[in-house]
């Protein structure tokens, strides 16, 4: 296994590490995750992973607006929001 150093700010491993251990997993297994689903290049169906979990996305501010039917978690009013103060 190869190991390198990431400077990360503080506030935001401390949460994850709070979400990895009431998740059962260890920070390096979800970031290990979320790696391989960035750089996956085959169909999603044949990577055997879990989704990645809102925390990871919301620490990196990644993903997209999601459809209506699919936003449980209030991201398309999120990114309404975003969209109106930027202007």
């Known amino acids: 296994m190869a190991t390198t150093?990431?400077?990360?700010?503080?506030?935001i491993?401390?949460?994850?590490?709070?979400?990895?251990a009431s998740e059962g997993?260890?920070?390096?297994?979800?970031?290990?995750?979320?790696?391989?689903?960035?750089t996956f290049k085959g169909?999603?169906?044949?990577?055997?992973?879990?989704?990645?979990?809102d925390i990871?996305?919301?620490?990196?501010g990644a993903g997209a607006p999601l459809d209506d039917e699919d936003d449980m978690n209030g991201r398309?009013?999120?990114y309404d929001y975003v969209e109106k103060k930027h202007k």
């Open 25 to 38: 997993k260890s920070l390096t297994s979800i970031i290990e995750e979320y790696l391989a689903r960035l």
């Open 56 to 60: 990871v996305l919301s620490l990196l």
């Open 13 to 20: 491993v401390d949460k994850a590490q709070q979400y990895a």
């Open 76 to 78: 398309k009013a999120y």
């Open 5 to 11: 150093t990431i400077y990360l700010n503080k506030e």
């Open 43 to 53: 169909k999603k169906e044949e990577l055997d992973l879990k989704e990645v979990p």
